[in-house]
């Protein structure tokens, strides 16, 4: 599986230490950026990640960090097809993929430390989308674009 990572300066520190954690678990790493501490603006991160995420042709996922992922989640979820979530904790990653269907994983270096992002991520990449037909429709109602929100029918 392919592996999407970018990060903001705030962010770079916990990115390499996570890059170099799943390259050493046989993850294929697409790393778009920064490459240094240097000032960077997160946006620009998160829409060079999910513009390549959305492009993908074979099932890829994608991980953002910066000071506390809200932004980095925000600027994520501007594009079509991409599901961003923050998580600070396994039990929300996990539950992310499973009910949600996250395809990217934001974390916030301010927030959490190397190796509850380990083990954040960890959960994140081994949890899959539910097959239970409730998850999956509102996940596609997720998809819709503009207009009246769908009736709800739980």
């Known amino acids: 599986m392919i592996l999407y990572m970018g990060a903001d300066h705030a962010g770079y520190a916990l990115k390499e230490f996570l890059k170099n954690y799943l ?20 946006p620009d991160v998160a829409h060079k990640l999910t513009a390549q995420l959305v492009q993908e042709e074979q099932p890829a996922l994608g991980i953002l960090i910066c000071g506390t992922g809200i932004g980095m989640s925000i600027a ?13 904790e396994p039990v929300s990653a996990a539950l992310a993929r499973e009910h949600n269907n996250a395809n990217v994983l934001c974390l ?20 899959g989308f539910s097959p239970e037909e409730r998850h999956r429709r509102r996940v596609s109602k997720l998809e819709l674009i503009g207009g009246e929100s769908p009736s709800r029918t739980d």
Do not use: M, W
């Open 23 to 42: 390259l050493q678990q046989g993850y294929e790493i697409v790393d778009v950026g920064v490459y240094s501490e240097e000032p960077a603006d997160y």
């Open 76 to 88: 994520a979820n501007k594009r079509l097809g991409i599901r961003a979530a923050n998580a600070s």
């Open 108 to 127: 916030g270096a301010r927030v959490v430390g190397p190796e509850l992002a380990r083990a954040t991520v960890e959960a994140f990449l081994r949890t």
